[in-house]
């Protein structure tokens, strides 16, 4: 459903992205595994329309999205978690949660898809009144995760949710990530933590500065000797 | 005393006055992070339109104030898509091109309109009797309950619609806002036309009190700066404060001390503010 094909990003004249190729099907959850300034940030903002390539193609559902601006692309149904948690600090966990459902389409089953949210992450009922703020770390990665699953997305783009956060929590939010998958989310994971990643992947992209240098299902990229050695530290 | 009370009740109108008009800039700089210079010519050309309407064209002067407004709201509209749009990410060149826009306003106002006050018909007439203590202006009572009107809507389209919140989403992370789906170019337009009709919303309101002159732009726009950096920059709240401070400080400042001086108050309040306290009353600090 989600095509990028041999794009070539720039950040001004530094080029970040090599002719990069990745595919997302229906259903799946697939990962893309990188260190840090690999890249991994730049193609989720690629997607998302935030940098437009100079060369090569997106297509989401069959339509082509490379220029697209990103609020366009997001009400096709692509919603994110970016790094950093980016919520509106100043407004309340509730408000938070409506920003997520801005598209008209979500708007009418609102009261709904907070049931659901509230569901998934219970704290954040406690919470609704809140400014967004004052929300633990934690606490505020459920809110990201929250706010993008408001508008019922087809695609959800999650990059680096560990980041900060303690083992614990990690393992809350991605029991979270196997229950959306349940309900048919398809879901893109941006990871550094290639063990967490994998674990809970079918397929998955090894990213190195700009270029994907390996592909295959978790099986075999967990069997892979480069991998195992300088990602799991095996 | 009574006469003590009727100075504070000037104030207070005149700070409903003075927050209508704050807020207009507030809301620009803290969506676009645009500063309006532009700001007092709009107010006083919404004046002009509801004197002229009114007078020349014979339009119920209660129909001509909305109808200056709305005129007001395209100019706003139209500034921010021709002039405002191609700068956004560089904040000086917005700066100097409302500041061009300020001038070149000014002097529009100057050729068409002429150098003389003008005066808008008031809507009302007769003075009421406050608490048996002293006697109002009717005309003055109900720009203040207009201007409440307006306050409360304002508060209520900002907090409670969906088009105030994503105002306020932008102004917080402009790029998470349209990753979420808000198309912040229209956000931008509209709350720039929005900043202009509340300019021009206060023009209107104040003129059949205090006629306007085209030279009376830049203290109207310097009185915006001056409640906006009082109250603290982005907080609505602030601007409402700020304004009924400085319009006690004002009238209070006229009637006990000199009026010669009623600029100077509002600066020496800023003075210390700047020093004490500079984020303002109820801003953030940032680093």
Redesign the interface.
């Known amino acids: 459903m989600l095509e990028v094909k041999g794009i070539n990003v720039f950040r001004g004249e530094a080029q970040i992205l090599w002719n990069m190729s990745i595919s997302v099907e229906q259903g799946e959850i697939v990962t893309v595994l990188g260190a840090n300034g690999s890249g991994k940030t730049t193609l989720v903002e690629s997607i998302?329309g935030?940098h437009h390539p100079k060369m090569g193609k997106i297509t989401f559902l069959g339509e082509e999205i490379t220029f697209r601006?990103?609020?366009l692309i997001?009400?096709m149904g692509v919603?994110?978690v970016?790094e950093g948690r980016?919520i509106?600090?100043?407004?309340t966990v509730y408000?938070n949660l409506?920003?997520?459902a801005?598209?008209m389409k979500a708007?009418s089953f609102l009261k709904e898809t907070v049931g659901w949210v509230y569901s998934l992450f219970p704290v954040l009922r406690e919470r609704g009144g809140q400014i967004a703020g004052t929300l633990s770390g934690g606490e505020q990665q459920m809110l990201a995760i929250g706010?993008a699953l408001m508008?019922k997305p087809i695609l959800l783009l999650l990059d680096e949710l560990s980041l900060g956060l303690s083992p614990k929590i990690t393992k809350e939010i991605y029991g979270t990530i196997k229950k959306l998958h349940q309900e048919k989310v398809t879901i893109l994971l941006i990871e550094q933590n290639a063990t967490l990643a994998l674990r809970h992947c079918y397929r998955g992209y090894i990213l190195e500065t700009g270029r994907i240098t390996l592909q295959g299902t978790s099986q075999e990229l967990l069997g892979n000797e480069h991998i195992r050695k300088a990602y799991l530290g095996l | 005393m009574s006469e003590f009370l009727m100075y504070l009740t000037n104030g207070i109108v005149m700070g409903v006055i003075h927050a209508i008009s704050a807020i207009g800039v507030s809301l620009i700089v803290g969506i676009m992070k645009v500063v309006n210079f532009a700001h007092g010519e709009l107010y006083i050309f919404a004046g002009y339109f509801s004197y002229h309407l009114s007078i020349s064209l014979g339009v119920p002067p209660l129909l001509a104030m909305p109808l200056s407004v709305f005129f007001i709201f395209l100019v706003g509209i139209g500034m921010e898509r021709t002039l405002i749009r191609p700068t956004y990410g560089d904040e000086m060149y917005s700066l100097i091109i409302t500041f061009v826009l300020s001038i070149v306003l000014q002097n529009a106002a100057l050729l068409i309109f002429g150098p003389y006050p003008n005066k808008p018909p008031n809507l009302i007439s007769g003075a009421t009797n406050i608490f048996g203590l002293y006697h109002y202006g009717n005309q003055r009572l109900l720009s203040f309950f207009i201007s409440i009107g307006i306050l409360v809507f304002i508060f209520y389209l900002i907090k409670k619609t969906w088009f105030g919140k994503s105002i306020r989403a932008v102004s917080q992370d402009r790029g998470m806002a349209s990753l979420v789906g808000v198309d912040h170019y229209r956000v931008n337009m509209l709350s720039f036309g929005l900043g202009a009709a509340l300019a021009g919303t206060a023009g209107v309101v104040i003129a059949p009190i205090f006629p306007v002159t085209p030279t009376g732009s830049s203290a109207i726009s310097l009185t915006a700066f001056v409640v906006v950096v009082l109250g603290g920059m982005g907080s609505l709240k602030g601007c409402v404060v700020g304004g009924l401070i400085l319009g006690m400080m004002e009238n209070l400042g006229a009637a006990y001390i000199s009026t010669m001086y009623r600029q100077i108050f509002g600066f020496i309040i800023l003075i210390l503010v700047l020093v004490f306290r500079p984020w303002g009353l109820f801003g953030q600090k940032t680093q």
């Open positions: 998302l935030v601006s990103s609020f997001a009400r919603s994110c970016p980016r509106f600090k100043d407004m408000e409506e920003m997520g801005y598209p708007r706010r508008s």
